[in-house]
T-cell receptor, first 109, second 115 residues
Framework: GQNIDQPTEMTATEGAIVQINCTYQ??????LFWYQQHAGEAPTFLSY??LDGLEEKGRFSSFLSRSKGYSYLLLKELQMKDSASYLC??????????WGAGTKLIIKP | DAMVIQNPRYQVTQFGKPVTLSCSQT?????MYWYQQKSSQAPKLLFH???????NEADTPDNFQSRRPNTSFCFLDIRSPGLGDAAMYLC??????????????FGPGTRLTVL
């Protein structure tokens, strides 16, 4: 079966760094997305990785290892507004997105 | 600004009373998706259209129907809503389905309450 695993909840301190991990098992693989979703709102795109390695975009970076079926989202210089759920979604051989349930990130002052 | 619009943002209906949710897009994307998302759960894909080519997910209940009369608009019809259908309904679009074009852009969602 196809499956995405990510932690349910994480807590971090304002100004710190946090890494949210995601492991995936899909029938084929055509890239991995990270989305941010604030409570009661729609997901917004953060990053897309299809090749191994680290993609950096401002305070956010995303890493992919295809051989390990593993990705992480790294958030630096955390701000209170970063409190949200972070959804990992892998693209299978049919280009369908297989979604994780999201990691709720709580930022404390 | 190019965007995905959903109406209404909040919909209240009675048990068994049909309801229609609408989605429009100004991105001129080929693909439109409908997702159901319950609290703290992953979005669940209900349908997607590649242009007018309709794709129904195998586990989408018959109670849910969809229409895409043109490129810009897509509708979700719930024929007889049950209490278990209360959820956020998300419309999304993508330019294409292959690598490089399958980033999905979401509308703000419609939160459905069933009384």
């Amino acid at each position: 079966g196809q499956n995405i695993d990510q932690p349910t909840e994480m807590t971090a301190t304002e100004g710190a760094i946090v890494q949210i991990n995601c492991t995936y098992q899909t029938s084929g693989f055509n890239g991995l997305f990270w989305y941010q979703q604030h409570a009661g709102e729609a997901p917004t795109f953060l990053s897309y990785n299809v090749l191994d390695g680290l993609e950096e975009k401002g305070r956010f970076s995303s890493f992919l290892s295809r051989s390990k079926g593993y990705s992480y989202l790294l958030l630096k210089e955390l701000q209170m507004k970063d409190s949200a759920s972070y959804l990992c979604a892998a693209t299978d051989s049919n280009y369908q997105l297989i979604w994780g349930a999201g990691t709720k990130l709580i930022i404390k002052p | 600004d190019a965007m995905v619009i959903q109406n209404p943002r909040y919909q209240v209906t009675q048990f068994g009373k049909p309801v229609t949710l609408s989605c429009s897009q100004t991105l001129n994307h080929n693909v439109m998706y409908w997702y159901q998302q319950k609290s703290s759960q992953a979005p669940k894909l209900l349908f997607h259209y590649y242009d007018k080519d309709f794709n129904n997910e195998a586990d989408t209940p018959d109670n849910f129907q969809s229409r895409r009369p043109n490129t810009s608009f897509c509708f979700l019809d719930i024929r007889s809503p049950g209490l278990g259908d209360a959820a956020m309904y998300l419309c999304a679009t993508s330019r294409d389905t292959g690598t490089g074009g399958n980033e999905q852009f979401f509308g703000p969602g419609t939160r459905l309450t069933v009384l």
